[in-house]
Structures are given as structure tokens and as C-alpha cells.
């Protein structure tokens, strides 16, 4: 049986529990459950490809909400407890077994047949053996509408420049290598910064990490440093961690502090501008800080709280606008948050909140897109109603929220650091040409649309786990039967599927929001955790509707209706990503409806992304 230590159990959140483990070469990843879902991870390797169903436990239904596009079909999946219902089960709609014209239909497979008009209902599935229900609720809609509001800056959300961001950017080898990224509307980069080795004695050697900031900055990309790691003069004699192993908590703190400052002073003065934010430590309620589990929490506020204010004095003098930040923690650990965010000298010394998520570990390789194995599929934790992109974002802004921070709920939020899974395995849609633009698809427009659902902003920074990181983690690297990255000297890397959702959300010659914009008034439908999704904004040059299809059911000619886009005369053109290798580009024609709105049909292929830009 595969069981997991209490130091690894210990992070608790309300509806969510964090975990973590070292992979490897140290990489510590973060993978964040509901705690229902926990207990599947003790199942045996013997078990870990098989199809599993329970009889006995707390039913639910998933999805339990879902967009149904009228006359299209949904299929809900009766569970026990997380698990596959193995019991007989009835499905009924709006309280009719066999459904109408009006209710739409569903079968005792759970495969529901919405009717060809827009509206609200309810899908019931009932255990007969147990005599549970669960309930689902399916918005049936007729097409897409989104308002711009006339491009607006009072009715509309700020969408910050350089979104979108890659971790070890400083691994690509060479300045065409660098360039390729920076093409696919990556336009922040997050790394290491390099502590044991440029104070390897108490006189700074600068050199390499000036080396990286130089190579990748060049063009314009916005640097976040991970002050992350104890020189080997400040790791302690006896290191519990391992002897030369950075990771050890300093024996002194206040000149870990003042190494601190001294990047800051140095990075001001040689790259003034570029670095604008300092994240203070990486993933310090893991292995990443290497003291008992009892008092990491409060070894690392000690850390923060001593850095935190001389770092922000020194951005004061040297007049810049550079944030620190953290706690850069595997999942949203509550406590931790809450600690920060009320102590009197950390919560007027933060100008940011970061976390890591990964919804999977290597235990769980076998899940697949929408299925369940003995792991829920991809789809089905990517928009869980708790774990999901979105809510998991509107937590991290409650937390926020109930700071004493002078910022207020306003606080910038960034996801630092995510991905699929964090064990470097082989999943099976990381990389899938299919598969991996929809599900950073649905990272993306999660992580926006919480602005509908009531977070005061959208996350300032999103970073994907990785540029380059091999095996399994990549932007590019070589394409192979494999697709595990492989990124040797010398080779010449072509983008990976992943790639082709940033640039056509980012990149100036696409959708352009790696220059910042504002987020369209109003979307419908708005995301149901199943079925159609829809996220919208606009930039300097042009308004943008993003249009994620997560089903395997083609979408014949669904409506758009596009209000108030400020724009006389428009004209369309339709961005497709086609087979996770190109980004397709047509005209659409518009159809005037009034003043600035007009209209327009898209059919969506299963499992696609488009976007329609009007200029």
C-alpha cells in the first residue's frame, strides 16, 4: 500500500488539502486534493490502471453543473463517494424519468439530450439500492453574448501586462531559443536567484546571475527572482538537511536579510526596471525549507518578516516600483495566509500573494481526459466546483480579503507557479496535441472569469511549469513520438502544444494581452464547471472572445452576440489552434445589430479553442 506521512498530510484549507513531495533533483511539487479524494491515493500499484466503482458511500453526480448547448448532449455520471456508482442507478430531469420537449432527456446512462430552447434545469440521479439522490443543475443556452461595454475603463476589470509568465527561462540555451518563448506571448519570467552560488563567500560574485537577467530580459520580459536558499556560510554546522544542502533554514536571518538587499541595490542599479518582483523563499511549507515540520510556518514568517521590510526600504531609496512578496506555498495553506496576512509587520510588508497548484501526482498517471480510472479524469478535476482554476483563485481572494494588508481585498494575486501534475511522469494530455491547449485553455479563462464571480481583480501573474524542464515539462523542446521534452545542446526546439494557447491569448499578432487590457463587461454562458467556455476581453487594438469547447460533441453554429464594442465599421477574423501545432487564421464576416454590437456564428470542433478578434 502506498501511504503517505503526517508531515506530507499537513496542509489543510477548508474545502482543499495540499500536499507535497520532492522529485527530482529536489524539485518540490505541490498537489491539491479534496479531501474526499485523498483516500484513493492509498490504493496499491496493482490497482493503479483499474477501473473502479463503489456501492456504498455519499452519492453525488458529476459535473454538478453543466452548459448545454440546446439540442446538444451532456453526459453526468452517478458517484459514491468520488467514485463510479456501481450500484442501479435512475436518472430523471426536472423530476420527469423520461424527460419531455421542454425538460430535454436523459438516459439511465446519464447521457442528457437538452432541449432546443434556452433555460434552467435539474438532473436527478437516484442510487436504488441506497436510495440517495444527488442533484445537478444544466443551463441550457442558445448562443454566446458578451458585452464590452463600449470599452469602458469604469465597467470593466484591468487585466495586467506580462500575464503571462515560464519558470527557467534561464535553462534555454540560446538567444533564438529565448526568442521562440518570448513569441508565444510569455513575457515574465520566474527563477532562482542563484544565492549559494553569487555568495558563495561573503563578496558577491554577480556574474551569473547577471548572465541570465541580461539573456532574458533583452526584449522586454519582466523578471520575478525567487530570493530562495542559504549561502554555504550561513547553512548550519550540523545541517539537518544534508551537509551543503541550501535548502537548510539560516543560522542568521538578519544577514539573510541584508544578502536580500544587496539584490535589490544591485539589480536597481544594473537592470533598473526589469526585475519587478522578489518572491521570498519557493515552497517553504515543503521540503524547500528543511526544518521540522512543527516550525516551518513560523521559520519562515521569521524569514519574511526580517527581509521583507529592509528589501522594501531599498526599493523606496532606489526609487523603483519592484514588489516582494509570498509565501510561494504548495496550495493555499490557510494558515499560513492567515498568519501573513495579520501580523502587524508582515501584512504592511507584502505586496503580493503567490501559490502553486498541480491537481495530480505520480501516483495518479493513469488519469485520462473524461474518464475515470481508478483517478478522476483531467477534465473532471480541471473544473471540480472547489478545486478548479476559478474557485481555487476566489479562495485565494477571500483569504485576501480578511488581511490587514493596506491594499485591502486589492492585494495582487499570483499563481507562480502550475502545471498538470508535479511529478515529471507521462500523462495523458500534458502534452497531447488534442488535450493540452483546452486545458490551459481552461486554466487561463478560470483564472480571468472569477472577475464574474466576484474577485475583485484578475490573478496579476500566471507561470507555467516550464519553459523547458525535461522530462514531461515544456513549452518547447523537440517534438518526438514521446513528447517528454527532450531539450539536448545543439537542438533546434519547436513549440509544444501548450505553447499555442499562450501566444494565441498573449501575443501581439493574435489577442495581445501580454500588453494588459480589460476584461469584457458581461460573458454568457458563464463557466458551469462543465460544457462551453467562455472568457472575453479587450485590449488597445481590439476586442477578444475566447471560446474553449471541453466536450466531444461538435457545436454547429453557435450564435454570438457581441454588445457595445466601441468599434464603427468592424471586422472579424477567427483564430483557430489546429492539432496542438499552428494557430489557424480566417475572416468571420459581422452582422450589424445596432451602434457598435453585431453578430456572428462559430461551429466549434470537440475539444478546440477559437477566438474571435473585431477590430
Sequence with gaps: ?????????????????GFSSPTQGGRIKALALPIALLAMLTLSCASCFAVTTATKGAIGIYPNSADVFAGGQQVFQAQLSTIPDGNQVTFSVDGVVDGNQTTGTITNQGVYTAPKVAGSHKVTVRDNALGTTATASVSV????SVDFASRSTTATRYV???????????????????????????????FYALIPIVFKTQTPDWGSIDAAVQRISAGGVKVM???YQTPPWLQPDSNPCGAGNPNAMPTNVNEWAQIAVQYVKHMDDTFPGVITDYEIWNEPDTDALCVPMSSKESDYLEIYKTAAPLMRAQIRADHSSARVGGPAT???????????????????????????IYIFSPTQADAQWNAYTSTPGVLQMTQDSSLGPEPYYLTATNLVANGKQPQGKNLPIYNSEFNMDWGFIKTCCQNDPTYAPVWNGLQVAGMLNAVYEGAPSTVSHMVYFAAT???YFCLVGEIDANMDCVYPLGSTPKPYPSYFLYQMFGATKYLGLQDGGRMAASISPKEAGNGLVVTAFFTSTLDSIVLINSTSETL????????????????????????GESIESSSISLTTTGGTSYSTEVTLAPNSVQAVAIR
Excluded at 500500500?1 to 482543499?16: A, V
Excluded at 495579520?342 to 507584502?350: F, K, R
Excluded at 454570438?560 to 489552434?577: H, M, P, Q, R
Aim: aromatic residues 10%; hydrophobic residues 45%; negative net charge.
Design 1 to 17: 500500500m502506498h501511504t503517505f506521512s503526517p508531515k506530507r498530510l499537513s496542509i489543510l484549507t477548508g474545502l482543499w488539502q
Design 141 to 144: 443556452y442558445f448562443g454566446v
Design 160 to 190: 495586467p501586462a506580462h500575464l503571462f509568465g515560464a519558470e527557467r527561462m534561464d535553462s534555454l540555451h540560446d538567444t533564438a531559443d529565448l526568442d521562440l518563448v518570448k513569441a508565444g506571448g510569455i513575457s515574465y519570467a520566474r
Design 225 to 227: 527572482l525567487q530570493m
Design 330 to 356: 504548495a496550495g493555499l495553506p490557510s494558515s499560513w495566509i492567515g498568519a501573513m496576512l495579520s501580523d502587524p509587520v508582515i501584512s504592511q510588508n507584502v505586496d503580493f500573494l503567490s501559490y502553486h
Design 469 to 471: 524542464a525535461h522530462p
Design 556 to 579: 454547429t453554429n453557435v450564435p454570438v452576440e457581441i454588445a457595445n464594442t466601441g468599434i464603427t465599421g468592424a471586422s472579424a477574423t477567427l483564430y483557430k489552434i489546429v492539432n
